[in-house]
């Protein structure tokens, strides 16, 4: 059984310049979390989605944007990267609703470099 | 301001003995308390998780302990082993918030063989 795959693994970009981040979660999970974790902290919570639709944002700014598709899957988007969004981007499942103690699965995450 | 205080921020153990990490919470409204362990290069996984109905819950070689009125919990490793090393977060969520996960700092565990 397949976990939560992220793609890229690593990536790099310049100042200024736009990513797209992905996630397919475990199959039948409905809901997809997007967290940010700088190298020695805990991650901090970007972005919740259940059944396609917004159900949480963190206290991010707009410059970060995200979407749920039908199949459940899911893309962060990050605009005129500076350099303070160098971080792993971690994206999770679970089964339930935003409301569920179900457990968060989380994919290995994609380290993002912003030179 | 850390909504979820966590301590100690690096820990060193020997093989066989017992780790402990500690967190506090100031929002009485959290009612979920899982710990996650992240090695590197991988993202967290769920450990054990509890709630504050309970004092204490036991899985295998971890166990974490729950004092409600001090608003404190700890996670003990007993018999750690080398396997062990990695960094280990304590974190809280409420269902009036959607449940989204507030984390500690994390703590880095190494055991030594």
């Known amino acids: 059984d397949a976990g939560v795959t992220q793609s890229p693994t690593h990536l790099i970009k310049t100042r200024g310049q736009h990513v797209t981040l992905r996630c397919s979660p475990i199959?039948?999970?409905?809901?997809v979390s997007w967290y940010q974790q700088v190298l020695g902290q805990g991650p901090q919570f970007i972005f919740q989605?259940?059944?396609?639709?917004?159900?949480g944002r963190g206290n991010f700014p707009d410059r970060f944007s995200a979407r749920q598709f039908p199949n459940y899957s899911s893309e962060l988007n990050v605009n005129a990267l500076l350099l303070g969004d160098s971080a792993l981007y971690l994206c999770?499942?679970?089964?339930?609703?935003?409301?569920?103690?179900?457990?968060?699965?989380f994919g290995n995450g994609t380290r993002l470099t912003v030179t | 301001q850390q909504q979820v205080k966590q301590s100690p921020q690096s820990l060193i153990v020997q093989k066989g003995g017992i780790s402990i990490i500690n967190c506090a919470y100031e929002n009485t409204a959290f009612d979920y308390f899982p710990w996650y362990q992240q090695f590197p290069g991988k993202g967290p996984a769920l450990l054990i998780a509890?709630?504050?109905d309970v004092s204490e819950k036991k899985e295998g070689r971890f166990t974490i302990s729950f004092n409600k009125s001090a608003k404190q919990f700890s996670l003990h490793i007993m018999d750690s082993q080398p396997g062990d090393s990695a960094t280990y977060f304590c974190a809280a969520s409420e269902a009036g918030n959607n449940r989204k996960l507030i984390w500690g700092l994390g703590t880095s565990l190494a055991v030594n063989p």
């Open positions: 989605y259940y059944e396609k639709e917004e159900r």
């Open positions: 199959s039948g999970h409905k809901s």
């Open positions: 509890i709630r504050p």
């Open positions: 999770a499942s679970k089964t339930a609703g935003t409301g569920s103690n179900s457990p968060l699965h």
